[in-house]
């Protein structure tokens, strides 16, 4: 018998459950005790191969203090007959741990210049071209 992959939207739902859950500092049992469920239950949302109704996912936009199209940020459109999206980063990279706390040490720099000079530096160091055009 073949396993059904989760949907891709579906996945992408649930990393960015995830990623807030971290960011918050919050476990996967709190948020379960605050929705009613079990961490097993609050694991498989976070992987995508549960589904989240609209009613627990406004649920859980409440714990965790943010609305509902948090949740599909990142999310595009290619144009597909049939309406799929598809997250256009890694949204698995960004809700590790290391991820997040990338992501929390690089907002927690007040200097938008210093922060600017940063992404430029980790731009430089994957190989990409600056703004100008020239590696």
């Known amino acids: 018998m073949t396993r059904k992959l989760p949907n891709p939207v579906d996945v992408h739902v649930g990393a960015r459950v995830r990623m807030r859950r ?9 948020l379960g005790e605050s ?3 079990t961490f097993q239950q609050v694991q498989k949302y976070e992987k995508g191969s549960n589904r989240i109704g ?4 406004y649920q859980i936009g409440t714990v965790l203090g943010v609305p509902i199209d948090f949740f599909f940020e990142g999310l595009e459109r290619e144009g597909q007959a049939d309406g799929a999206a598809h997250a256009h980063f890694d949204t ?3 809700s590790s741990a290391e991820g ?3 992501n929390s ?3 927690a720099i007040s200097d938008p210049r210093l922060r600017k000079r ?3 530096l980790v731009k430089a160091l994957a190989g990409e071209p ?4 020239a590696e």
């Open 130 to 133: 600056d703004e100008s055009g």
């Open 54 to 57: 609209a009613s627990r996912l």
């Open 22 to 30: 971290m960011l918050i500092g919050m476990s996967q049992e709190k």
């Open 105 to 107: 040490a690089f907002f």
């Open 92 to 94: 698995e990279l960004l």
């Open 100 to 102: 997040i706390q990338l």
């Open 35 to 37: 929705l009613g469920l």
């Open 118 to 120: 940063i992404l430029d």
